[in-house]
T-cell receptor, first 113, second 113 residues
Framework: AQSVTQLDSHVSVSEGTPVLLRCNYSSSYSPSLFWYVQHPNKGLQLLLKYTSAATLVKGINGFEAEFKKSETSFHLTKPSAHMSDAAEYFCVVSDRGDYKLSFGAGTTVTVRA | EPEVTQTPSHQVTQMGQEVILRCVPISNHLYFYWYRQILGQKVEFLVSFYNNEISEKSEIFDDQFSVERPDGSNFTLKIRSTKLEDSAMYFC???????????FGPGTRLTVL
């Protein structure tokens, strides 16, 4: 069975400072991992995905994530936060070949001016 | 850029009534999904659909729920007799292949009174 733990329910950063959102996963098989973002009153948008190629994955809007199998982690980072990054972020896992996605509880990011 | 669309954006219904939530997946996608997010809780998988049949469903997806692809473009979720606890945001998603990224619609907020 697959599951995801997002270690922070809320992260607050100042504009221009780095963002770190932490995610640990468990998976029976070789997982696919994703980060999705949800802006207020919007749908879920894919930020980036890991599917067994490079362990450092670059996504949209300057975000990147590193897959660390030994630590079962897939943390999301961005070097410099922007006001538009304020949103809910979900770490998501799928066992390779599985149908469903399993979501973490989400991390709310607020960005201070 | 192609996107998943959902209608209506907000549905209010009385307990015990039937509701149908509609989705138009991305046209060349073959796998279709429904998820829901109860306020303050995780996004939960309900059902996946491929080749005109259910490929996987969660324990939430009981006999009150059904899915259908009535034509070549629409994908619907029917709740036969709504309960108060069915109030949630319902997301439709589609994907090209199994286990790969899923593209989500903006959601339908269902409120059961």
């Amino acid at each position: 069975a697959q599951s995801v733990t997002q270690l922070d329910s809320h992260v607050s950063v100042s504009e221009g400072t780095p963002v770190l959102l932490r995610c640990n996963y468990s998976s029976s098989y070789s997982p696919s991992l994703f980060w999705y973002v949800q802006h207020p009153n919007k749908g879920l948008q894919l930020l980036l995905k890991y599917t067994s190629a490079a362990t450092l994955v670059k996504g949209i809007n300057g975000f990147e994530a590193e897959f660390k199998k030994s630590e079962t982690s897939f943390h999301l980072t961005k070097p410099s936060a922007h006001m538009s990054d304020a949103a809910e972020y979900f770490c998501v896992v799928s066992d390779r070949g599985d149908y469903k996605l399993s979501f973490g509880a989400g991390t709310t990011v607020t960005v201070r001016a | 850029e192609p996107e998943v669309t959902q209608t209506p954006s907000h549905q209010v219904t009385q307990m015990g009534q039937e509701v149908i939530l509609r989705c138009v997946p991305i046209s060349n996608h073959l796998y279709f999904y429904w998820y829901r997010q109860i306020l303050g809780q995780k996004v939960e998988f309900l059902v996946s659909f491929y080749n005109n049949e259910i490929s996987e469903k969660s324990e939430i997806f009981d006999d009150q729920f059904s899915v259908e692809r009535p034509d070549g473009s629409n994908f619907t979720l029917k709740i036969r007799s709504t309960k108060l606890e069915d109030s949630a945001m319902y997301f439709c998603a589609s994907s090209v292949t199994r286990g790969n990224e899923q593209f989500f619609g903006p959601g339908t907020r269902l409120t059961v009174l």
